[in-house]
């Protein structure tokens, strides 16, 4: 019987990875089974104890085994026939709903899996249960070698190998604790039988799972127990010398928790540069994938930690940020895992067939080893491109190591990875799917479900079958599905609908009430203390409840339940306390009773919550600014937050980016005190920095203009809001796009304001994956009572509730039919006679930009602050006034002075004149400086307007899906919500700085600037050698802001590093893969591999050279606190080329997250001092805010007309948005801009700019005002766009004490330059511009109209051009485009039919070109003809991104002329950066690509596109592009709403 059951338990081993059902019935479950059920029959005596117990042991680990490769391989299958489903799915959704015409959310949805959550068949109870016979194997293990003396089983080899697997597989299921256990029975059988380098190996493990437990004094006990080991190893074995560099990888990780960082960095240097490391075994894999992970540890330390000196000896050896380094060792990871079909793989059926998984010898342990190690590099590998914002590569990370997970059921992984997704779903803004994450976390670990545990049967009889053998089992290939698991139509759930109506009102039109959604709540949080549940008693689950908690509580407050968020985290800073004292207490008994010697007080440190405790300090931090009366909880909060962190650990990633993340919570309660000494504006503390500001006579004069009617409307209003809502202040301009506050209890809730009536309308669904609508949706104000969702049906009357009669059906009634019809179906020329048709306003917020009260005061007479620490920043002067730097965004908090409601607002800022007939006229509510931004922006004159009595309103279309027309636009109204994603924050501002001005009870004598720059100083050298985007490019702003011209240099460099932050961390990771790449293709042998992972100078390789200095020119600068790193960017601006202007233009505002009004734009260009302009366009006429708003008001009216069915009413409506758009255009000159409109333009040739420039500094300079010579070279290259009252403005804001005198100097030197300046320029403009800016077309400006202009990411991009011409002679920049070499894409998915019938016979005819017309292209061919041809024209719809979705890998060639929708457009997600196709063309190397900001209509965009090709393919060899450009943006009928949507980024090209 005993032997019967030792061959059932091989035979088990056998069945696990081999199909034998031909030959018999038994399963491997089924033979561990009956094993045991055999071993529980055999008597026991003294002489067969310790087999039975080992056999019993092996059975119970097989069983584990078979039971986990048993679901693994059913997921695998599952995945498979879901993955069929899903595809014929989303055909099946091509054909009904059409196709996705824009590219901006094709990254998300490529990433969307609406089947994510069906892999979860798991939970605690059920993981539990599972892994209690591996529980059971470990117990037998330990009593059976709790004797000291060798065991008799029957193979001692087979013992220590299943020990092995045992701890691999503990690790891989996330419990480290039973990990270090098991690995310690290795090293007491590893020392019973002699064998030193068995029991090496198992304390080098033992201490590996200590530092990931973050406890380094327990790994520096088993460390030094482990050296002893290591003196009595044969060291001629060749596994020794593994085991030797394995000691060094782990004392160089010692090394760097107790700060010895020169000492560790040898270490670490001598392993990489061993020659051993490369060896191509899965051992060596795996040390070297750690040696990497520990890489990553060092460059990811501070300056003040790990000197420039020291980093340099880390770059010479190939990685020079942690992200690419982690991305190396997860790479090794992932070549190993391919082969068990865990992820998918590039390749073929075959050669996963001939590379299975064999099932013998080592790979039994290294298989559950690989897994573990991967779960950990790709937790800190996602943790890691989080905190840099490069959030999409992180999300697809995380979702393969989650679907892993899911698949071998290791819950705690499982939880891990769905709290890391959480986090980046909040990045994002989705906090719908944060929600749906969090719940899947709270099922893993709190569900009563009950899974079937398949149990062996009873009598199982091996019957053999004549038959061959399956194979190895190939379940991770394409298998279809049985019948039964075909799709199939199933029931509505009730679940949230009431069976019994209980709505007041008419059931014929009123739809059921739809149940509130239960909030769930954690029911971990009432356990007791000392609690043994199976929750309670896990180290790793108690971490990750905690991580929940603090998860749960930002999305509390994201959604403004500050109570509930406030208080979660008070909760969760408190249990962190009791868990790391119970972790330690774990951690010592455990060590204690294995190692059997008392735990050194000193040793027991645990920090396994540390980054946790600092991420909660850092929200408790932001939300008690924001409190009533935060001054004392506040500073304390701060002190304890920051002497916290500087007593951690360096080696931990992250805590820089939360002390940098404190620092400026610091700062910003500063200034708020400072503020006062300014009268509330905060603004103006920095003026004195800047040699111009806005007149204040000219601010002064907007604040007191007369009280309109609609003004003195809205004081009425006002005066009628509740007890509570009184005390609350006004609320200042923001962006229509912004989210709907959510007011509750705690918050301040927006005042009430009057509405023209709406018809009712149902509200549009929106899909799972948008978070967007749970945040509209539960937008509601609380000043009013919760009205039940009703749906109203489609023909519902204006302004009536009741149910009326059958209505007649309209002519112009919206359709839901899909209707064909398009621009081309309009005469040339519109009727003459026909008039224009009204409009609905767009939806506009009626608040002010500037806060009550505020005033731009001068500095210069109140300067109650100190002067800025000389020794503190070499870049300002010690002459100089006050300065003062302000605080980072917290992304995805929104501001406090948002109002409740902001989709309905538009039809209160502008005119709407209801027809007469009805005899109703609708309040208006406009405050003043908005009526005057509006009466700018209308674009219609009065006579216009007064001609409105025929025309009719737009019908509202609401979230509509249907497309009116063909239009290459994005019919699920992507782009609007993407754009407004940019703005979307919390309605409770925490750096409410009026709030916090009147509460801190600080006198403002007791602060000073000093202390302000300081803390922002030590925040950005803190993090400026791997920043996060959002923190760093505001540090780089204020710091920017508070500099001024008093260190042109240091404030050009700062607002030139505030764009394109992730954009470098992508840049970067692109080059080092390619230059990985290389290497590796030019290595012969291993031998030589070695040899050139350093770059050697004079490398012969051209290409291997420019990627060299590529990856040093968009490398992070590490900055020290004594200065900043500014001569790499003096050295920047000597290799602009001559004739090029760069202008960099950034929105700043002071509250972090918010969308600012003022405008720093920096004019660099070759061989001249940069001049930075500080414009508060809060005090013009129309706020840059106010210009954001109207911009996406108009796209949002686009969308809504487009859905007209009606010719003319279509036809009037885009004509319309055509004049709004000409407004906007030129408000951003006159107003925006205003009298510094020339910084835009290129400097004009010869010396007479100058001299002038030089006699004006003279003249001013004896009237008192000193200004610098390039600002007034700058300001008289516009002289001919000047107008007096630009010239006054100058002189008021260069001199308020004699602004006549000043004016008449101006006004004379302006005459005198205007003649020279008048001709246009020959230079080219180069515009940088922020991720609010990037939206807006400003090409089309007047004074840019007739001037070349492109966009580029920032400075570096323009410099990596250059360095392209020099390194590549056959480049397009250099030899021009071959127009015979084009390669084009005409209507890829065949509804185009306009576009194909007018261009194809053309395309086809052109000799060279070669294309393909009504169909996709194949997978490879865009990407090739992106590598090989100089001209790659694309006529669809998008940019087509899902042709290119290997373009990160190509080396881009070819100018890129993209005419489908918005296929320039960028998408801004919460408080990240913009993302789009156009900018991934710009990192492939694309020399030019152009394409269009917004949505566009076939047949115009059509004509720009006939006239740009057939004018400049006519003009023959040298013909600029960019010139026919300009030229072509007449060609359309709509020359703003088409003709300005066109626009390019790159470097000037011309034919050949």
């Given at each position: 019987?005993?032997?019967?059951?030792?061959?059932?338990?091989?035979?088990?081993?056998?069945?696990?990875?081999?199909?034998?059902?031909?030959?018999?019935?038994?399963?491997?479950?089924?033979?561990?089974?009956?094993?045991?059920?055999?071993?529980?029959?055999?008597?026991?005596?003294?002489?067969?104890?310790?087999?039975?117990?080992?056999?019993?042991?092996?059975?119970?680990?097989?069983?584990?085994?078979?039971?986990?490769?048993?679901?693994?391989?059913?997921?695998?299958?599952?995945?498979?026939?879901?993955?069929?489903?899903?595809?014929?799915?989303?055909?099946?959704?091509?054909?009904?709903?059409?196709?996705?015409?824009?590219?901006?959310?094709?990254?998300?949805?490529?990433?969307?899996?609406?089947?994510?959550?069906?892999?979860?068949?798991?939970?605690?109870?059920?993981?539990?249960?599972?892994?209690?016979?591996?529980?059971?194997?470990?117990?037998?293990?330990?009593?059976?070698?709790?004797?000291?003396?060798?065991?008799?089983?029957?193979?001692?080899?087979?013992?220590?190998?299943?020990?092995?697997?045992?701890?691999?597989?503990?690790?891989?299921?996330?419990?480290?604790?039973?990990?270090?256990?098991?690995?310690?029975?290795?090293?007491?059988?590893?020392?019973?039988?002699?064998?030193a380098l068995g029991m090496t190996n198992a304390l080098c493990q033992i201490a590996k799972l200590f530092f990931q437990l973050e406890c380094p004094g327990y790994a520096e006990?088993?460390?030094?127990?482990?050296?002893?080991?290591?003196?009595?190893?044969?060291?001629?074995?060749?596994?020794?010398?593994?085991?030797?560099?394995?000691?060094?990888?782990?004392?160089?990780?010692?090394?760097?928790?107790?700060?010895?960082?020169?000492?560790?960095?040898?270490?670490?240097?001598?392993?990489?540069?061993?020659?051993?490391?490369?060896?191509?075994?899965?051992?060596?894999?795996?040390?070297r994938a750690s040696t990497l992970q520990l890489m990553a540890l060092y460059l990811g330390l501070p300056p003040s930690t790990l000197p420039l000196a020291l980093r340099q000896k880390l770059y010479a050896q190939g990685w020079k940020t942690p992200e690419t380094a982690l991305s190396d060792a997860h790479k090794l990871y992932r070549s190993i895992l391919s082969n068990f079909l865990l992820i998918s793989s590039e390749k073929s059926a075959k050669d996963v067939l001939d590379h299975l998984f064999v099932d013998h010898g080592d790979n039994l342990v290294q298989k559950w080893q690989v897994l573990a190690d991967m779960f950990v590099c790709s937790e800190m590998f996602v943790s890691l491109l989080g905190k840099i914002e490069t959030v999409s590569e992180a999300k697809a990370f995380c979702l393969e190591a989650l679907k892993i997970s899911m698949k071998l059921q290791s819950l705690r992984w499982c939880a891990r990875f769905l709290v890391l997704k959480n986090e980046l779903e909040f990045q994002r803004g989705e906090l719908e799917l944060c929600h749906s994450d969090l719940e899947q976390v709270l099922f893993l670990l709190e569900s009563g479900a009950v899974f079937e545990m398949k149990e062996g049967k009873g009598d199982v009889k091996i019957k053999p079958k004549k038959g061959r053998s399956k194979g190895k089992k190939t379940e991770g290939l394409c298998s279809e599905p049985s019948e039964e698991e075909q799709p199939f139509l199933r029931e509505v759930s009730l679940e949230f609908v009431d069976t019994v109506s209980t709505q007041k009102g008419n059931s014929l039109t009123d739809s059921p009430v739809l149940k509130p959604k239960l909030k769930k709540h954690p029911s971990f949080l009432t356990h007791p203390d000392g609690c043994c549940c199976s929750l309670c008693s896990d180290v790793v689950l108690l971490s990750i409840c905690l991580r929940w908690l603090v998860a749960s509580a930002e999305v509390e407050l994201a959604l403004g339940r500050k109570g509930e968020g406030l208080q979660l985290l008070e909760v969760c800073l408190k249990r962190c306390a009791a868990v790391t004292s119970y972790t330690s207490h774990m951690v010592a008994s455990m060590f204690q009773s294995n190692c059997r010697k008392a735990v050194d007080q000193n040793v027991s440190t645990v920090g396994l919550l540390d980054d946790l405790v600092a991420r909660i300090y850092v929200s408790l931090a932001k939300r008690t600014m924001s409190t009533s009366q935060p001054q004392k909880k506040l500073w304390k909060l701060l002190e304890t937050s920051l002497a916290m962190l500087s007593s951690k650990r360096p080696q931990l990633l992250g805590f820089e980016y939360q002390k940098a993340s404190l620092l400026l919570t610091k700062a910003i309660a500063t200034i708020s005190v400072l503020s006062f000494s300014h009268k509330g504006c905060v603004a103006s503390i920095f003026s004195s920095a800047w040699p111009w500001e806005y007149p204040s006579s000219l601010c002064e004069t907007k604040e007191n203009m007369p009280m309109t009617a609609e003004k003195r409307q809205l004081k009425v209003v006002q005066k009628t809001k509740p007890e509570r809502i009184q005390e609350t202040k006004p609320f200042p301009v923001v962006l229509s796009t912004d989210p709907p506050a959510l007011a509750d209890s705690?918050?301040?809730?927006?005042?009430?304001?009057?509405?023209?009536?709406?018809?009712?309308?149902?509200?549009a669904q929106k899909s799972f994956a948008t978070a967007r609508t749970s945040r509209s949706t539960a937008a509601k104000p609380t000043l009013s009572t919760k009205a039940p969702f009703k749906i109203f049906e489609e023909s519902s009357s204006r302004l009536k509730t009741e149910l009326s009669k059958a209505p007649k059906v309209s002519r112009r009634m919206k359709s839901r039919l899909k209707v064909v019809f398009s621009d081309d179906s309009d005469p040339e020329g519109l009727p003459e006679t026909t008039q224009e048709m009204k409009l609905p306003a767009a939806k506009e917020l009626a608040a002010s930009t500037c806060r009550p009260g505020r005033k731009a005061v001068s500095s210069r007479t109140q300067s109650g602050v100190s002067l800025v620490k000389t020794e503190r920043c070499s870049t300002i002067r010690s002459d100089d006034g006050p300065s003062a730097v302000t605080a980072k965004p917290w992304r995805g908090r929104p501001s406090s002075r948002r109002t409740a409601k902001r989709e309905k607002p538009q039809e209160e800022k502008k005119m709407l004149n209801e027809p007469e007939e009805k005899g109703k006229e609708g309040l208006k509510i406009v405050e003043e400086r908005l009526e005057a931004g509006c009466e700018v922006l209308r674009g219609l004159s009065e006579e216009e307007a007064a001609e409105g009595d025929r025309r009719r309103l737009v019908p509202e279309l609401n979230g509509t899906e249907d497309d009116q027309e063909v239009l290459r636009r994005d019919a699920s109204a992507d782009l609007q919500e993407t754009f407004q994603a940019s703005e979307k924050r919390n309605p409770t501002d925490p750096f409410d700085l009026h709030l916090l001005s009147s509460s801190l009870e600080v006198a403002a004598d007791s602060f000073s600037m000093d202390s302000v720059y300081e803390s922002l100083q030590d925040a950005f050298c803190s993090i400026s050698h791997n920043p996060p985007g959002a923190v760093y490019s505001h540090l780089c702003q204020l710091m920017a802001l508070c500099i001024g011209s008093r260190d042109p240099v240091a404030t050009a460099y700062l607002v030139s590093e505030s764009v394109a932050v992730t954009l470098r961390h992508q840049i970067m990771s692109t080059i080092h893969k390619r230059l990985d790449k290389m290497k590796k293709a030019s290595v012969a042998s291993a031998s030589r591999h070695l040899e050139t992972l350093s770059l050697q100078e004079g490398h012969t390789d051209p290409l291997l050279q420019c990627l060299s200095e590529l990856q040093n020119l968009f490398a992070f600068s590490c900055s020290s606190p004594a200065k900043l790193e500014t001569e790499d960017f003096k050295e920047q601006l000597r290799q602009i080329p001559a004739g090029i202007t760069v202008c960099v233009l950034t929105l700043v505002s002071i509250e972090p997250g918010a969308v600012g009004d003022i405008l720093l734009l920096t004019r660099l260009e070759k061989d001249a001092v940069p001049v930075t302009l500080q414009i508060q366009t809060m005090h013009s006429k129309v706020p840059l805010s106010m210009v954001l708003s109207k911009f996406e008001a108009i796209l949002k009216e686009q969308k809504e007309i487009s859905n007209l069915t009606e010719k003319e009413d279509w036809w009037l409506g885009r004509t319309a948005l055509d004049k709004r758009m000409k407004a906007l255009i030129e408000s951003l000159e006159r107003h925006v801009l205003g009298c510094w409109r020339g910084a835009l333009l290129p400097d004009c040739e010869g010396q007479g700019l100058a001299q002038g420039a030089s006699s004006l500094q003279k003249a001013l300079r004896k009237c008192g005002c000193e200004v610098d010579l390039a600002l007034l070279k700058?300001?008289?290259?516009?002289?001919?766009?000047?107008?007096?009252?630009?010239?006054?403005?100058?002189?008021?804001?260069?001199?308020?004490?004699?602004?006549?005198?000043?004016?008449?100097?101006?006004?004379?030197?302006?005459?005198?330059?205007?003649?020279?300046?008048?001709?246009?320029?020959?230079?080219?403009?180069?515009?940088?511009?922020?991720?609010?800016?990037?939206?807006?077309?400003?090409?089309?400006?007047?004074?840019?109209?007739?001037?070349?202009?492109?966009?580029?990411?920032?400075?570096?991009?323009l410099l990596s051009y250059l360095l392209t011409k020099k390194y590549r002679e056959e480049s397009v920049l250099n030899q021009g485009i071959n127009v015979g070499s084009t390669f084009y894409v005409l209507n890829p998915q065949g509804n185009l039919s306009g576009t194909e019938k007018m261009f194809k016979d053309w395309f086809q005819s052109e000799p060279g070109w070669t294309g393909v017309v009504g169909e996709a292209p194949a997978t490879d061919q865009v990407p090739s003809a992106l590598e090989e041809r100089d001209l790659y024209i694309y006529a669809g719809h998008g940019a087509g991104a899902r042709f290119m979705d290997s373009i990160s890998k190509v080396d881009c060639r070819a100018v890129a002329l993209l005419f489908g929708c918005s296929s320039a457009a960028l998408a801004v997600q919460g408080n990240l950066e913009g993302t789009g196709i156009i900018l991934k063309f710009i990192l492939a190397g694309c020399p030019l690509a152009l394409g269009n900001l917004w949505d566009v209509t076939d047949r115009d965009i059509d004509r720009y596109m006939t006239a740009l090709l057939k004018n400049w393919l006519k003009a023959g060899s040298g013909a600029p592009l960019l010139q026919y450009v300009l030229q072509s943006r007449q060609a359309p009928k709509l020359r703003y709403m088409i003709g300005a949507a066109p626009v390019a980024y790159g470097l000037p090209v011309s034919l050949q």
């Open positions: 019987v005993h032997e019967r059951a030792v061959i059932l338990i091989e035979l088990a081993q056998v069945l696990c990875y081999h199909d034998y059902t031909e030959q018999t019935e038994c399963s491997a479950l089924d033979s561990t089974h009956e094993a045991l059920r055999l071993l529980d029959m055999v008597p026991k005596t003294p002489h067969n104890e310790e087999q039975l117990q080992d056999d019993k042991a092996q059975a119970l680990l097989w069983l584990y085994i078979c039971t986990i490769e048993n679901k693994m391989h059913e997921s695998i299958k599952q995945e498979q026939r879901t993955k069929n489903s899903q595809a014929q799915g989303q055909r099946n959704a091509q054909v009904l709903e059409g196709i996705e015409t824009n590219d901006l959310g094709y990254e998300d949805k490529s990433q969307d899996d609406k089947f994510l959550y069906l892999g979860i068949t798991f939970n605690l109870s059920a993981d539990s249960a599972q892994s209690k016979c591996l529980d059971d194997a470990y117990d037998l293990w330990k009593q059976l070698l709790s004797k000291g003396q060798v065991p008799a089983v029957r193979s001692v080899e087979q013992t220590m190998t299943s020990l092995h697997i045992m701890a691999a597989l503990y690790r891989m299921m996330g419990k480290p604790l039973q990990a270090i256990e098991s690995y310690f029975l290795i090293s007491e059988l590893s020392s019973v039988l002699a064998d006990t088993i460390l030094r127990e482990a050296e002893a080991c290591w003196q009595s190893v044969d060291r001629s074995k060749d596994s020794s010398l593994l085991t030797n560099q394995m000691l060094a990888v782990l004392q160089s990780r010692l090394c760097l928790a107790n700060c010895k960082v020169e000492e560790g960095l040898r270490l670490l240097l001598e392993t990489l540069q061993n020659p051993a490391l490369q060896r191509p075994s899965k051992l060596w894999y795996l040390l705690t918050t301040q809730a927006a005042p009430l304001a009057t509405r023209l009536p709406v018809e009712p309308c149902t509200p700058v300001m008289l290259t516009g002289s001919h766009l000047l107008t007096p009252e630009d010239v006054q403005c100058l002189a008021q804001g260069l001199s308020p004490a004699q602004p006549e005198r000043v004016q008449n100097l101006l006004q004379e030197a302006v005459d005198k330059a205007a003649p020279h300046t008048h001709q246009a320029s020959s230079g080219h403009l180069v515009l940088v511009l922020d991720k609010h800016l990037q939206k807006l077309p400003w090409e089309n400006i007047p004074c840019l109209k007739s001037q070349t202009v492109t966009r580029l990411p920032s400075l570096r991009f």
